[in-house]
């Protein structure tokens, strides 16, 4: 029998083209006749074009057009919902500023128009000649004044993400508690920042007479997006082709957010020539979404032993004027902790701020990172370990559902951390540990992960070579989709893993949804898995009916998959190969689709993956400056498909959460709205220097209740925890609770002046 | 990018001839500034002309101290024996900034003029004296986390971003140019102007006058350079400090001492110097040393961390500097510049 595929830590199957630059990203296709777009954008954040000339931009060499709302080819609005997901309105998740449709300005850096020329340079600086005059109106900026405040109800839409809650009566059950705290967390905008730039290429074609678009583009979402470009442009569906088989990064980015893809669809229709346009890294800044800041109060109640009576989690969102996105900070709160009382509340602020959209743990980062905190101040508060007090509100089920988890060892994580990191070692007394100009200190947070499953189709092809292709329009992402995908189909068709191929980001291969919320091991696996099955059983019928196969008038069921054969059960002797079943029959191939999607279980359990991390910092107060010394963390987060993939989602994730809390902070000019923060050199992600070795363990326990594969997704935990664990060891080093994110050196000075 | 003719220096001599004689004509050599100003659209000269093939890479022994030539790359300098062994504050600097990608382009002569991280100046949208003289300083009253303490002026308050020019200044270091009117030596404090009416004007050189050469006089002390930053590596400096001692038996003969990050041009704190001359070096001196440095620091909205920080680095600098207390690693390297260390890796005495 061959050794299972799944489960081993197989190389990254993309991993030589990508580093031989064979892989091909968006930008690089090159298309015959290819012109090249340039935004010009808008200077103030609110308002209205008054003026646009665009006379010197139009006689500047090269320039084969310039859009702009005067002249741009009308677009549809924004769809309602698309796949589910709830897109206007309050707690939708898009922007659904339909772009360059009229004068009317939400933000600085909005696209006001698109120049399309022979060369990219030709278009960029033609771009610069476009002149516009505003009439301008005082921007709103400040979350607390905003004149549009709303309490959204759900967050996307769905009704297992109600932003407004109350379990019994957290209220009363403060007033009552011996022991309260209420402290409030801030935390700044940041941003994805993938190392690719959005970018689109959009060709239009007659086919049959109709018009036909084929737009590559940097989309974690080739479904969603064709459903939003065909909406937008009044075409068929089936006449939008969406083709990304690799994406440099996207950390949330990349999903939610139309306006580059339109745009280049339009300015292709307009010159009648493919174009291109890729963003530059400074309008990643305002055209590719953000994590808003929020300004968050936890309220805890507890007895003096360290039983939560109280938990209240109240978040001052923010968002844009054009979408309705709400950074849904409860997430780790209303399932954490065993506590009776428990409620947590958003407010939105609409501001003229480029729009947020989710960013790698929406709402579990910054909103993990204010409970954690709080966790560890009551701690402090009660004179109780930390990791003790957590132990002591151990939620054996879901505090607001009453549904048990489907599969939790919190307890085993939080046991192992504490070896790997040594915590029985440390002085728990802050401020009392020092290596030579530095402090030193040790902190502790729970992390979890709501682990999604969503539907999805695949196709499996079983060629007469004996290979195998297996296709779904998912994404990879860097995320190591192309590898465990085809670990997974390989395991089901019982073939060696280079025998089979995955593919994947075409919105023309068998429906998946959108990359996101950690949901595509769980969702995409069952569906290689069902297809798999298919083509197997569609085999299976054929050699039962071909007189000179051994399996011969045998039933399906009496016939199994091994190596690469089918056999007879009864007796494995008899059977023969898949290609020799083709072969006979003169079929070049087999294909058949298959559908997986989750059940009743979704009813009957609560279902996360936990984990516990544990950070050691050095802190220099003289300057300021933190650093990590050390970051160990011990996930459950079911079973691991690929251990050397999973390893690299976690220590990515990890070293994201730690950017977040030292460094990561994008500003707005507070009197006009700009990005003063609007390129990696001011925006600091972390360095090789930043980051210590990362000591991860996963407990690879397979989750009984989430499909036969027992994995849960993976993709954003590593983020989640590692901003308190890493604040809390703050404290302990320096006995400041800093609580604004990012913990940046000036902030330390200041806590310790005062 | 707007549009440009480009071509290479045949000479110095043509080189400046070219350039003096076309006002909207400018310099390039490794062009990790220039390049980037022109993208944004912040420089938009008409003519670049490349001096980065001219023979002026040498960096050789001079007169006891050491000549290097405006072309040698920063790596080359960082990497020199004479200047890591007895100028190791100018290694400290070069390998403090910046990437080993940059700094492999990066020439000497172009690091100091190296223009503003001012956020606004690269900003076409916003006003920015600096960049567009008259239009006014959007950082007085906007976001002025990065801006000066000292020398600023009602125009700009900008501060000099590179790291070089700290050491250079405490080292008194020469600068040997050649322009439309012949050639000079600028002593390097004098190289970088003060903001005054006239931000546009980073330094004293005339349109055309290239830089040749920066000396580094004959030196017997010690020297070393701190740096303050928001992440472990690739960030300029919130505030540094570069120190140059001479010492006198048990005494300080002569204390050179240039701040980083909080003017518009390094920043020498000369009432400090003062008061280090002739004393015997202990924490105590030091502290009233940086609080003399600081006493007449003028925050803005957002950058009166930079006191208390600035203050600590220096007494930090001199404690290194004169031996009382160990360097964060070996003299001469990153390691011993960056405040703070690396990540995952326990600061260790030299
Ligand atoms: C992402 C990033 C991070 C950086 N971080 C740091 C840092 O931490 N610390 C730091 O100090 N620096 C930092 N730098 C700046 C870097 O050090 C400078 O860009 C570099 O030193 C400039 O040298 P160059 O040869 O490339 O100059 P160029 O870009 O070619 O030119 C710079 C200027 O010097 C002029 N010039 C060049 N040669 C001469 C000459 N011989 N005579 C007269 N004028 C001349 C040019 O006209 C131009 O105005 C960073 C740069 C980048 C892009
Ligand atoms: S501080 Fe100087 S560089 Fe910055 S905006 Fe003001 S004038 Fe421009």
């Known amino acids: ?754 | 990018m707007h549009p440009f003719q480009y071509q290479r220096a045949e000479s110095g001599d043509q080189a400046v001839a070219v350039v003096a004689k076309n006002p909207d004509a400018a310099f390039i050599a490794g062009g990790t500034s220039q390049v980037d100003l022109l993208k944004e659209g912040v420089h938009q000269p008409s003519l670049l002309v490349d001096v980065a093939g001219l023979p002026l890479r040498q960096i050789t022994d001079f007169e006891g101290g050491v000549r290097i030539g405006a072309n040698a790359t920063n790596t080359e300098a960082a990497y020199y024996p004479a200047i890591q062994a007895r100028y190791p504050a100018v290694s400290e600097a070069l390998l403090a900034g910046a990437s080993v990608q940059i700094r492999n382009m990066a020439t000497m002569a172009g690091n100091p003029l190296q223009r503003t991280r001012c956020p606004y100046f690269r900003d076409l949208d916003q006003p920015c004296n600096k960049r567009t003289p008259g239009s006014g300083c959007a950082a007085i009253g906007g976001y002025n986390h990065v801006h000066a303490l000292f020398g600023a002026s009602a125009a700009c308050v900008a501060t000099h971003p590179s790291d070089l020019a700290v050491a250079l200044s405490a080292l008194d270091a020469r600068v040997q140019t050649t322009g439309p009117r012949g050639s000079r030596t600028i002593a390097f404090p004098d190289l970088h102007r003060l903001p005054g009416t006239t931000p546009h004007l980073d330094t004293v050189l005339e349109h055309g006058e290239l830089i040749t050469s920066i000396d580094l006089p004959a030196f017997a002390g010690r020297s070393h350079y701190l740096k303050v930053r928001e992440r472990a590596s690739y960030a300029y400096a919130l505030a540094s400090c570069a120190v140059a001692l001479e010492m006198d038996g048990a005494k300080i003969k002569r204390a050179r001492i240039a701040l980083g990050g909080v003017a518009h041009k390094p920043w020498r704190a000369t009432p400090a110097e003062a008061l280090l001359a002739g004393q015997q070096p202990t924490e105590k001196l030091f502290q009233a040393a940086a609080a003399a440095a600081f006493a007449d620091a003028k925050p803005l909205e957002h950058n009166a961390y930079k006191i208390p920080m600035g203050r600590n680095l220096l007494v930090r600098a001199l404690l290194e500097t004169s031996g009382l207390q160990p360097l964060q690693g070996p003299a001469g390297t990153a390691f011993a510049a960056s405040v703070g260390g690396m990540a995952g890796q326990v600061a260790t005495p030299n």
């Open chain 1, 1 to 754: 029998m061959l050794t299972e595929a799944t489960g081993q830590p197989l190389d990254r199957v993309d991993g030589r083209l990508k580093v031989m630059g064979g892989a091909r990203y968006t930008a690089e296709w090159d298309l015959p006749g290819l012109a090249y777009g340039a935004l010009a954008t808008s200077a103030i954040a609110h308002g209205k074009v008054r003026t646009l000339d665009i006379k010197a931009a139009q006689q500047a060499p090269g320039v084969l057009a310039v859009l702009t709302y005067l002249n741009a080819p009308r677009l549809q609005p924004m769809p309602e919902k698309v796949g589910g997901t709830l897109f206007r309105g309050e707690g939708g998740i898009t922007e659904t500023l339909q772009p360059l449709q009229d004068a009317t300005i939400a933000y600085a850096g909005q696209p006001l128009a698109v120049v399309v020329a022979d060369t990219h340079e030709h278009a960029r600086y033609a771009a610069s000649l476009v002149r516009i005059t505003y009439d301008e109106a005082k921007p709103e900026l400040d979350r607390a004044t905003a004149s549009r405040q709303t309490l959204p109800e759900a967050f996307t839409g769905s009704k297992e993400e109600p932003l407004q809650v109350t379990v019994g009566d957290p209220r009363s059950a403060l007033a009552a508690a011996s022991v309260k705290l209420e402290r409030v967390y801030e935390s700044a905008i940041t941003h994805h920042n993938p190392i690719e730039q959005l970018a689109t290429i959009a060709r239009w074609e007659k086919r049959n007479g109709a018009d036909y678009l084929t737009v590559y583009d940097t989309t974690r979402g080739v479904d969603t997006l064709q459903e939003v470009i065909s909406a937008s442009l009044n075409l068929p569906k089936d006449n939008v082709h969406i083709i990304c088989p690799f994406i440099g990064g996207a950390f949330g980015s990349k999903g939610w957010l139309y306006a580059p893809a339109l745009l280049t669809a339009m300015a292709a229709r307009v010159v009648g020539r493919p174009v291109k346009i890729e963003l530059r890294r400074q309008d990643m800044f305002s055209t590719a979404g953000q994590r808003g800041a929020t300004r968050q109060t936890l309220s805890l109640g507890a007895t003096r032993d360290g039983k939560l009576t109280s938990l209240q989690h109240d978040t001052q969102a923010q968002t844009s004027m054009v979408s309705g996105y709400t950074e849904p900070c409860a997430r780790v709160s209303r399932m954490m902790y065993a506590v009776p009382n428990l409620g947590f509340a958003h407010h939105l602020s609409h501001l003229n701020l480029p729009s947020p959209c989710p960013m790698r743990g929406p709402g579990e980062t910054v909103g993990g990172w204010a409970l954690e905190c709080a966790i560890d101040e009551l701690a402090t508060e009660l004179n109780i370990d930390p990791v003790e007090l957590r132990l002591r509100n151990y939620a054996d089920k879901n505090p607001e559902t009453g549904k048990p988890f489907s599969s939790k060892h919190l307890r085993e994580c939080y046991a192992r951390g504490q070896e790997l990191i040594g915590w029985a070692a440390r002085n728990p007394k802050p401020r009392s540990m020092r290596e030579g100009n530095s402090l030193i200190g040790y902190g502790v947070a729970t992390t979890m992960y709501p682990a999604a499953r969503r539907e999805a189709s695949a196709r499996a092809t079983i060629f007469a070579d004996g290979h195998a292709l297996v296709q779904s329009a998912t994404h990879e992402l860097g995320n190591g989709a192309y590898t465990i995908f085809r670990q997974i189909s390989a395991d089901a068709l019982t073939l060696p893993v280079n025998n089979v191929r995955f593919e994947l980001g075409d919105s023309a291969l068998p429906k998946a949804p959108t990359t996101g919320g950690s949901a595509t091991t769980a969702t995409v696996g069952p569906a290689a898995t069902a297809a798999s099955e298919a083509v197997l059983s569609a085999l299976k019928q054929l050699a039962a009916r071909d007189a000179k196969s051994p399996l011969f008038g045998a039933s399906e069921e009496a016939i199994e998959a091994r190596d690469g054969r089918l056999v007879r059960k009864a007796n494995a002797a008899q059977g023969e190969t898949y290609a020799a079943i083709l072969k006979r029959a003169k079929l070049p191939s087999i294909s058949a689709e298959g559908t997986a999607k989750p059940g009743d279980e979704r009813e009957q359990f609560s279902f996360y993956s936990f984990g516990a991390v544990f950070a050691k910092v050095r802190v220099d107060e003289a300057s300021g400056s933190i650093r990590v010394a050390q970051l160990c963390a011990v996930y459950d987060v079911g079973r691991l498909m690929n251990p050397q993939t999973a390893r690299s989602q976690f220590i990515g994730g990890m070293s994201m959460g730690l950017g977040a809390t030292l460094m990561e902070a994008t500003h707005y000019d507070a009197r006009n709205g700009r990005a003063v923060v609007r390129n990696l050199a001011d925006y600091h992600v972390p360095s090789m220097a930043d980051t210590p070795d990362i000591l991860v363990e996963a407990l690879n326990i397979p989750d009984p209740h989430i499909s036969a594969l027992g994995a849960r997704g993976i993709g954003e935990i590593g983020c989640v925890g590692t901003p308190a664990a890493i604040t809390n060891a703050v404290f302990h080093a320096t006995g400041q609770r800093l609580r604004s994110l990012p913990l940046t050196p000036d902030k330390l000075l200041k806590a310790l002046a005062s």
